[in-house]
């Protein structure tokens, strides 16, 4: 079994506005770093070669972002030590808190690759009925202290 995520965020402002340029100028470096990480398997892409074309609802300042990888200890290296985490700890220069939780993960077939409805569906269970080994989030996991002190954490809700 592999891990698939979904993360889906709220841009500040839409995504060719020069207040986001921090994130999206650095969009394909940091999903270069991913490509090469151990344990990375696959993520979704769009017609802008990343996923920021990809509309989840109305808004289409939410962006998502969908990969699969080996297991969870592969995803957390990515995310908390490689320079994602900078960007992770910048987070609200370029994202708005959102009023739910944005970010799933669950276990899924090695040779399967979900798509937006996929994710997206788990997503809602998780947010409707909270963590369990069908979703979960770093909090469901037996060590999230690495991820609590990387501010890999929630945005606090304004």
Known sequence: MCLADNNIAHLTHPIDYPAVAGFTDYLERVDGIAERMEGFIWHYVDSSGNATDTQIGDDPRVIVNLSVWR????????????????????????????????FAMWRIDEDHHPDISEAQA??????????SDHVFGWDHLQDATQWRSARCAPLAAE
């Open 71 to 102: 297991d969870v200890a592969a995803l957390k290296r990515f995310v908390c030590e490689t320079l994602h985490k900078q960007f992770y700890a910048n987070r609200d220069k370029w994202f708005q808190a959102m009023d739910r939780m944005g």
């Open 122 to 131: 788990r997503l809602d269970h998780d947010n409707a009925h909270g963590s």
